[in-house]
């Protein structure tokens, strides 16, 4: 039997390909939201993930302690946030590239202005958040000028999906 042979005997529901695949910005999103899933902070968990033009996948992080801090010495409290290595400091920090000047980045909070500074400074081209529940604070407002003026963009993402679910 040759392939055409081989179609023709398939049915039509075999051929087809799914139309219900998540965009690349729900999955992207939807790895940012897992990776907050990391964090050990009890008030706020924050994911980031990186992604190339290529919507290559080059890094991601989540808020938490510096690598050797010991996790059951650690309060969590307010005074010790201090301490804590943000997602978007992680996810630079941790890429598996050499450069991300031009990627994107997907955060399910709205930077702060150090990470506004870190991703200024490592050339990322574009910012897509989730949530900006915070934008009242001086901090969050100073990241959004910050960015405004280095030309970084920004966009609140809505999700094309209400919800992603995994199952194991």
């Known amino acids: ?4 042979e081989a179609t023709a005997n ?6 087809r390909r799914r139309e219900d695949v998540i965009s690349w910005q729900d999955y992207f999103m939807a790895v940012a939201c897992l990776a907050a899933q990391r964090s050990k902070d009890p008030d706020t968990q924050v994911g980031a993930c990186i992604v190339n033009k290529d919507n290559r996948i080059i890094s991601i992080g989540y808020n938490g302690l510096p690598n050797g801090y010991p996790d059951d010495e650690f309060t969590w409290a307010k005074k010790d946030k201090l301490y804590v290595c943000h997602a978007e400091m992680n996810a ?3 890429k598996n ?4 000047k031009g990627c994107h980045i997907y ?4 930077p702060c202005n ?8 490592s050339g990322i081209s574009k910012v897509y958040y ?15 000028k910050m960015f405004e003026v280095a030309n970084i ?5 809505v999700p094309t999906r209400r919800r992603i679910e995994i199952i194991f």
Do not use: G, H, R
């Open 130 to 144: 989730l949530s900006d529940e915070k934008n009242d604070k001086p901090k969050y407002q100073v990241a959004e």
């Open 97 to 100: 590239c050499t450069d991300v």
């Open 107 to 110: 955060v399910n909070l709205f």
């Open 10 to 15: 398939l049915s039509l529901n075999e051929t």
């Open 114 to 121: 150090e990470c506004a500074k870190i991703i200024i400074q």
């Open 153 to 157: 963009k920004f966009e609140k993402y």
């Open 1 to 4: 039997m040759d392939i055409t």
């Open 92 to 94: 630079i920090v941790n």
